[in-house]
């Protein structure tokens, strides 16, 4: 269906900030629910936050409201997310993810997957 990938994963102070993108290829994402997950060593891939297909419907983790934001860009068929006031806690591998036309916060209902861009926030 549709084909992600993820870029701007890096090295980062805590307190810093970060900017991922997931560009999508094959079909547009206004079709899709676009979320991120996140996924630490030793430990099992988690909801970070969404945008729904139509844009809106934005939701998120409570580790992250606040500091994150997922944003997109049509004309350029890619979602956003910005972190900002980055803590240790946030160091993992960051996943873009897509569902079809479900509203959907569980990752079970993402079909399409990208290959994940590692996220490192030192102390």
């Known amino acids: 269906q549709v084909q992600l990938v993820e870029s701007g994963g890096g090295l980062v102070q805590a307190g810093g900030s970060l900017r991922l993108s997931c560009a999508a290829s094959?079909?547009?994402?206004?079709?899709?629910?676009m979320g991120w997950f996140r996924q630490a060593p030793g430990k099992e891939r988690e909801f970070v936050g969404r945008?729904?297909?139509?844009?809106?419907?934005?939701y998120y983790a409570d580790s992250v409201k606040g500091r994150f934001t997922i944003s997109r860009e049509i004309a350029k068929n890619t979602v956003y997310l910005e972190m900002n006031n980055l803590k240790p806690e946030d160091t993992a591998v960051y996943y873009c993810?897509?569902?079809?036309?479900?509203?959907?916060?569980?990752?079970?209902?993402?079909?399409?997957w990208g290959q994940g861009t590692q996220v490192t926030v030192s102390s």
């Open positions: 094959g079909r547009t994402i206004r079709s899709y629910t």
């Open positions: 945008i729904g297909w139509t844009g809106g419907n934005t």
């Open positions: 993810a897509a569902a079809l036309l479900k509203l959907s916060i569980d990752k079970a209902d993402f079909d399409s």
